[in-house]
């Protein structure tokens, strides 16, 4: 069984149970994961949007905390993003998409087999289609709720 690190833990604490539940699996299975966040604050989640905007780098969000709430911004967390380790000299390895499409099929198949609603953003829609989808977020998975459940 993997586990988290020490700041893994922290973030862990910050997410819905559900999410718990499918991270933990995950890790009981020996998938050497880190958990890159769970919840973010409004600001948090304003400064990850300025990246490609009003900061250098790409655009990895459409969700700027503030008029538009990511499932990152409510307490506990709807969202986790996570990655798999690399065993090269750098803890993750962006480019590797093969790797976060691996971890993709592996954490629905997991929230499947547990009976929670989740969607990975690497196939939100979960058609197995990725060709057309608008945007991806492959460390991102999120649970399904309703607008109404939303607080």
Known sequence: MKTLSAMGMKRRETLHPNIQQVLDKALADDLDITLLYGHRTPQEQYEIWCQGRTKPGAIVTHKDGIKD??????FPSLAMDIALFDSSSTPVDWKDLSRFFYLGGRIVQ?????KIPMRWLGDADGDTNIKEEKFIDLPHFELI???SELK
């Open 110 to 114: 997991i929230a499947r087999d547990l």
């Open 145 to 147: 709720v309703l607008a």
């Open 69 to 74: 709430k990511s499932m990152h911004n409510y």
